[in-house]
């Protein structure tokens, strides 16, 4: 139940996200490299030399500076991008509050004795917690070097002595409050860093581990990735100088896209979080429809800069964004315009599964995006009706911008400027009430679901919340009209009256989602939060399962911005989540 749970979670931060993508506008040209097949493996690419521009690297031997890649065709590749490892490595042994609770590879269960690659680093680098860019991370992530921005910030590095090479421009065009001096500084830290720990030394002694994580990544993705790229050079209409992936070896759970424009050439890349660890190497879910996940990254690289270019045409409309501002804010889109990147990418994504033979899928995918994303099917039917039948007239993504401005326009008149939609409920609503006027946790009295509801009932004591835990058979009037942390199985009487406001709702052995539609009968589990049908300013938070062993070692998923999540009873990801 605890890798479920952690995979649950792996699919709700996929929605966040931190994935917003950016766009560098200009980097540095790795040295050109020599392939060679180390046993019988093709396509890993090396290089081996002493460039001129590795000054600041301290080393008695002659090394290898050249990243870790392998080639899926001459515009598509897959790499251990040396930067983004050692800005990992330097967060990683910083361990901040933000990396603990997002990125940590802890969140998906990897640790020093499954994932030796911690064990590692943790001995290598163990000694320089003092050292000033360690120090300085803190401070970093409070400036808003986090998520997307970590990558991004690495691109700019000089991707052999690792000071900086690109100036901040186009970070500072998405993050304007950034400090310039700070990120100098810490540029200048991160390169002393690399050069006091002779960083290349580790990074060459972990070759092997880095050429059998992309080994393990390029199996059974080789010919999915390329078909992307197809996909979406076609459906943008804007073709790439080149793909980047690169796996994160310590960063968990996010993707991020990131674009860098060089002399009227795009370049893309996309960072993927790692979901478990098998045989000590960081997997990367993309496989059958969670391809989505390299799908969604790779399309704000063309969203962004649509959007950017157009903005002015959605200005007007900014109020949409009120009705989910704090869902969407605990997801770090922290504005209209980020609701629009991800709005318009997760259509993409449906678009994407409908015409390669997903279509249960894609209807899935919209119904959760709609629930924080609530004009994504308007978005997505723009996509299928119009934009798509008139590709004469629609050159690439960019021309359609003022026609996917007025859809939005017409939501703006259908919803009074956002004030008729109804926000969702997260988390977070109810522990802000219960915070308030308290909360009753209650259960059903057979199998595990006492033990949940103990569990859940002392987490609300250690949050300061005044909490009582009953059978829900004893629940009083007054205590069904106020906060609900209840525990469920799917036959228990006051689900009739519950499901007037569930997302889910629950009759004996059938679950219906009324975001997407579907029905469910098999052992599973369900987390909803939403508006207590006894009283609407109380808030339920309820976990309803199906089987005698469904609550076995079980517990509450905690993410703040989570609205509901439907969980197959005994592993696997979740079917549905938002």
């Known amino acids: 139940m605890k890798k479920l749970l952690a995979l649950v979670l792996i699919g709700l931060l996929v929605l966040v996200s931190g994935c917003l993508g950016s766009t560098p506008t200009t980097s540095s040209t790795h040295k050109s490299s020599t392939t060679y097949s180390p046993q019988g493996r093709s396509n890993i690419t090396h290089s081996q030399g002493f460039p001129e521009n590795a000054s600041n690297v301290s080393s008695s031997t002659r090394l290898d500076f050249t990243p870790v890649e392998v080639n899926l065709s001459p515009r598509v590749h897959l790499e251990i991008d040396p930067r983004a490892e050692l800005i990992q490595i330097i967060y990683f042994i910083t361990n901040p509050k933000w990396y603990q609770e997002r990125v940590s590879p802890s969140l998906v269960g990897a640790n020093r004795y499954n994932y030796h690659y911690i064990r590692d680093v943790s001995e290598y680098f163990g000694n320089y917690t003092n050292a000033t860019a360690v120090r300085m991370v803190p401070m970093m992530v409070q400036q808003g070097i986090a998520y997307d921005a970590v990558p991004e910030f690495a691109l700019h590095l000089n991707p052999v002595n690792f000071s900086k090479e690109v100036n901040w421009s186009d970070m500072l065009k998405y993050r304007p409050w950034l400090n310039v001096t700070l990120l100098d500084e810490f540029a200048e830290a991160v390169a002393q860093f690399a050069n006091e720990t002779d960083f290349w030394k580790f990074y060459n002694e972990h070759r092997a581990f880095y050429n059998e994580t992309l080994s393990k990544f390029k199996e059974g993705n080789g010919e999915t990735i390329l078909n992307v790229t197809r996909f979406e050079e076609s459906f943008f209409g804007e073709n790439a100088s080149s793909w980047t992936i690169v796996p994160l070896t310590l960063m968990s ?100 599964l409908n015409v390669t033979g997903n279509q249960e899928e894609a209807k899935r995918k919209l119904g959760m995006y709609s629930v924080p994303f609530y004009f994504i099917k308007d978005a997505y039917n723009a996509y299928v009706n119009d934009y798509m039948k008139h590709r004469d007239v629609y050159r690439n993504y960019t021309d359609f911008m003022p026609e996917l401005a007025k859809v939005v326009g017409e939501v703006y008149n259908e919803t009074n400027g956002g004030k008729e939609v109804e926000p969702p409920m997260t988390v977070y609503d109810f522990i802000k009430r219960a915070n308030s006027t308290g909360a009753t946790v209650a259960y059903s009295p057979e199998g595990y679901s006492r033990r949940v509801a103990e569990n859940e009932y002392h987490w609300l004591l250690s949050l300061g919340i005044n909490a009582t835990l009953k059978p829900v058979s004893n629940l009083t009037e007054k205590e069904l009209r106020g906060n609900l942390m209840l525990v469920l199985y799917s036959n228990s009487s006051p689900l009739k009256e519950l499901n007037k406001n569930a997302l889910v709702t629950v009759n004996g052995s059938r679950f219906y989602s009324r975001p997407s539609g579907e029905i469910y009968t098999s052992e599973l589990e369900v987390f909803e939060v939403f508006r207590n049908p006894w009283n609407r300013s109380s808030v339920v938070y309820l976990a309803v399962g199906r089987g005698r062993w469904i609550f076995y070692r079980g517990y509450f998923p905690r993410g703040y911005y989570m609205t509901y999540a439907i969980v197959p009873g005994w592993g696997g990801a979740a079917f549905e989540w938002a």
């Open 253 to 352: 759970r996010h993707g991020y896209g990131i674009h860098m424009n060089r002399n009227g050439s795009k370049y893309i890349y996309a960072f993927l979080g790692f979901s478990y660890v098998k045989d000590g190497i960081p997997i990367v879910g993309i496989s059958g429809t969670g391809v989505t996940f390299l799908v969604h990254e790779f399309a704000h690289s063309f969203v962004n800069p649509a959007v950017d270019e157009y903005y002015g045409l959605f200005q007007p409309y900014e109020s949409l964004y009120d009705p989910v501002r704090e869902k969407l804010s605990m997801m770090a889109y922290n504005n209209f315009k980020t609701m629009l990147y991800e709005t318009f990418v997760r259509a993409v994504e449906a678009y994407y």
